[in-house]
C-alpha cells in the first residue's frame, strides 16, 4: 500500500505490522504488566488533531527549530 493512501494510524499500523515478524511485531503493538502506558500513549494518540490550513501563503515560510539544543533547518524546495 502507498504511504499516500494512509488516512489514519491505523493503516500505518497495520503496515508496520505486516512488515514485522510475528515476535517482533508482538513486542512494538503490546504492552507489559497492565499494559497501562500502553492505554496512555493510545490516549493521547487519539488527542492529536490535525489543523489544514487552506487558502494561506506559504511561499515565504520558516521550517527553523531547535533539537537537542542544536537549530536545525529545513530548506523548502
Avoid: W
Amino acid at each position: 500500500m502507498a504511504t499516500s493512501t494512509y488516512v489514519c494510524i491505523k493503516d500505518y499500523e497495520r503496515q508496520a505490522l505486516s512488515l514485522l515478524d510475528k515476535k517482533t511485531g508482538d513486542f512494538f503493538y503490546g504492552g507489559a504488566d497492565d499494559e497501562q502506558t500502553l492505554s496512555d500513549d493510545t490516549a493521547d494518540f487519539k488527542r492529536l488533531r490535525l489543523r489544514p490550513r487552506m487558502m494561506v501563503d506559504v511561499s515565504n515560510i520558516n521550517m527553523k527549530t531547535t533539537l537537542l539544543g542544536q537549530e536545525v533547518s529545513f530548506l523548502s524546495v
